[in-house]
């Protein structure tokens, strides 16, 4: 049984890799879009590899790529040869929106530039992905989500204790919160077209997308804003803002305003703390954060994480207890807002993470395995008109290999 959701019936051809732009793809194909992905011959996109390479968590499952890549069909193609100009050419004819993120250059040489590809479609949403955006003297300079939207952005500047240096955060990360960005641009045009009938060129760049993410510091620079120095937790400029541990070594990640500080007093047993007159305004409590810090320090490691829950919550003081990953995981929250979802045929993986996008009374598909290399070379190459001749002569030419190739490969 088809699942009839929002983008049912819209074709979306990927011609990209890692991880950015196919998840983009993916949020389409999470609602009913028909995705066929590219890859090129031999091992076909790094991205199929990505889960083997450490820090990636071990496990017998390929996760990461079906996360980027579910509900796709997959196609081989060798974009170098003359022979597949012809299939590239029908995929894009067939396609209401084409992805990529293959450098400026690279992409004309491979027929994937925005001229030539509107020429063949000139309806074609057209959306691509870039390090550091189109223009500039780093235009063509190669980006990852560690470089161009962590590091060059500001963010992981700004995301460390006052005295620690920089360190690597979650990869990917970025290229997700990217996605959510490409996907939106996507869907502005296709609303463009609906109203115009004129296809759009339309993309972002890691860096927009971290400079973004870093809009408030930024913002603030912008403005000559005179800026903090970095977290200190033993002497922060919010006491409020800050991270405390328990007395069973579990971290909570504090977030309430002054106006709740009566209650917070309440919560930790000090309930004449919140009459002190050093805490009675944003000035006093600015001035000694310091000082509060160090009660709430002595507050919250005296009792056990089960305790501050049943307390912080009857007060309704906002909080979270900093989860690793692992836990997160199995957070029944997940489940329950279908963040976490089941996935159809891959061993020893049952769930995967779905989209953040929801239309509340319209479902996603279900989701389903990413294709195998080359799975559907010939069904898309009949799909697109080529007989079975045509379908042997391009397999003779190395243009689209068969299956067995891609098997071999």
């Not at 995705?35 to 889960?51: A, F």
């Not at 990917?172 to 996605?179: E, F, L, N, P, V």
């Not at 900093?322 to 329950?336: F, H, M, S, W």
């Amino acid at each position: 049984m088809t699942t009839e959701s929002v983008f049912t019936g819209l074709k979306v051809l990927d011609a990209s890799t890692y991880i950015a732009a196919p998840a983009a793809a993916t949020m389409l194909s999470d609602f009913g879009a028909d995705v066929i992905k590219i890859e090129p011959p031999g091992t076909g996109d790094p991205q199929r590899r990505l889960s083997s390479v450490p820090p990636s968590p071990r496990a017998e499952a390929n996760y990461g790529w079906h996360l980027a890549n579910r509900n796709k069909r997959g196609m081989v193609l060798d974009l170098k040869s003359p022979a597949t100009t012809e299939v590239l050419k029908r995929l894009v004819q067939w396609a209401d929106v084409v992805i990529t993120n293959f450098p400026h250059g690279t992409r004309e040489k491979l027929h994937l530039g925005y001229e030539e590809v509107s020429g063949w479609n000139p309806r074609v949403v057209y959306a691509d992905l870039t390090g550091f955006g189109d223009t500039g003297p780093d235009a063509r300079q190669p980006g990852f989500d560690l470089t161009a939207f962590w590091s060059r952005s500001g963010l992981l500047a700004s995301t460390r204790d006052a005295g620690a240096p920089p360190t690597v955060p979650v990869w990917g990360s970025g290229d997700y919160t990217t996605a959510t960005a490409i996907y939106a641009a996507i869907v502005t045009a296709l609303y463009h077209r609906e109203r115009t009938g004129q296809g759009a060129d339309v993309g972002t760049s890691l860096l927009a997308t971290g400079v973004w993410a870093t809009g408030t510091l930024v913002a603030g620079a912008l403005a000559d804003g005179t800026p903090f120095e970095l977290h200190d937790r033993n002497t922060p400029v919010n006491a409020l803002t800050n991270p405390y541990r328990t007395a069973d070594d579990r971290w909570i990640m504090l977030a309430t305003s002054p106006l709740n500080w009566p209650a917070l007093a309440r919560a930790i047993g000090r309930p004449e703390l919140g009459e002190d007159p050093r805490f009675a305004d944003l000035k006093g409590l600015v001035k000694n954060a310091a000082a509060l810090s160090e009660l709430l320090d002595a507050g919250f490691r005296s009792r056990p994480f089960t305790h501050w829950k049943d307390v912080l919550d009857r007060e309704r003081i906002t909080y979270s207890l900093i989860q690793t990953p692992e836990e997160a995981a199995q957070d029944p929250q997940l489940r329950a807002n279908d963040i976490v979802v089941p996935l159809e045929g891959v061993s020893g993986l049952e769930y995967t993470v779905s989209s953040p996008v929801n239309l509340r009374g319209v479902p996603k598909v279900p989701a389903k395995r990413a294709p195998d290399l080359g799975e559907h070379n010939d069904e898309i190459l009949a799909e697109l008109g080529f007989d079975p001749a045509d379908i042997a002569l391009l397999h003779a030419r190395g243009a689209v290999p068969g299956m067995t190739q891609a098997e071999a490969a």
